[in-house]
């Protein structure tokens, strides 16, 4: 990525974490022991997916962020590179890889547990992104200080996004530094009590806002124009990571100059597809799964 020939499409900034998820056919009460009815390990955080979900798109791909010196952070680095993903922004430590534990019921809705140690966020200086130069930088907050620092780094054809997954002091910082505001219905609750409020104040911060809404799709506002899309239709098992491979669709497309509403669709396929297997990264869809999905939808 030094020169505009070898110009990476998305770099994905922020949170990496190793998911250990269980299906299971309750959440289990105070005292109850239970047994899960399947185990899936593999490497996990809104960051880390996006990246691997760009590259199953056929675009070049890069993580920046933290894994631990430890089993965890050695087995999620493995998958970034048999993805394809440019490791060479991912920080090793003797903190903990971030851990989460995701139990998911039938329907597809799931709990999750995650624990971190004593690991912090990145200082802002850790890394140098001058001459580094990436079509679109994806940061989800986790790692402000770097994503900061990135996005001053960049240059005026960079696009930004921000996936705002929740309400904390990483996403706060970076709302009104992005072109892109896409948040969560959680985090839109969160901000402003309710979905419609959140888009408007969204949109005075960044000069696009769209809030995803889960099975009801996803509702969007750029400049004085507004709109909503259907979601598309597919059997759920597992939302877990269906966020992660929404944003990672939407900065591929975004790279590649997709027009607006081709764009939304592009990245709603892409969530949706993810929620029809169980665990976030096996659930990433590959470009000939993204392709069928969207010619079937507009039938």
Not at 5 to 23: E, K, M, N, P, W
Not at 135 to 156: F, I, M, W, Y
Not at 268 to 291: F, I, K, M, N
């Amino acid at each position: 990525m030094t020169t505009n020939a070898q110009r990476l499409d998305v770099l994905c900034i922020g949170h990496a974490s190793y998911d250990l998820v269980f299906a299971i056919s309750h959440h289990p009460g105070p005292d109850e022991k239970t047994v899960a009815d399947d185990l899936l390990g593999c490497g996990g955080g809104p960051a880390a997916n996006a990246a691997v979900a760009v590259a199953r798109l056929g675009a070049s791909a890069g993580f920046c962020g933290y894994l631990g010196n430890d089993v965890y952070g050695d087995s999620h680095l493995r998958e970034l590179l048999a993805a394809g993903v440019g490791t060479q922004w991912v920080v090793r430590g003797d903190s903990p890889t971030p851990l989460s534990a995701v139990l998911v019921k039938p329907n597809g809705q799931r709990a999750l547990i995650n624990y971190k140690g004593g690991t912090e966020a990145l200082p802002a200086e850790r890394l140098s992104f001058t001459g580094r130069e990436a079509k679109v930088l994806l940061c989800d907050g986790h790692e402000p200080g770097l994503s900061l620092t990135a996005l001053a780094a960049a240059d005026d054809k960079t696009g930004s996004v921000l996936d705002g997954g929740s309400l904390h002091a990483g996403t706060l910082a970076l709302l009104d530094k992005v072109d892109y505001a896409i948040c969560s219905e959680k985090m839109a609750v969160q901000y402003a009590g309710d979905e419609q409020a959140a888009l408007v104040k969204f949109a005075e911060l960044a000069p696009v806002a769209v809030i995803t809404l889960g099975a009801r799709g996803l509702i969007w506002r750029r400049g004085t124009e507004t709109g909503a899309l259907e979601a598309p239709p597919v059997l759920a098992v597992d939302s877990t990571g269906a966020g992660d491979a929404f944003h990672g669709a939407f900065a591929a497309g975004l790279a590649a100059g997709l027009e607006w509403q081709t764009l939304l669709r592009y990245a709603s396929a892409a969530g949706a597809l993810c929620c029809t297997r169980l665990g976030a990264r096996p659930g990433l869809p590959t470009l000939e799964q993204q392709l069928a999905l969207l010619a079937q939808w507009r039938q």
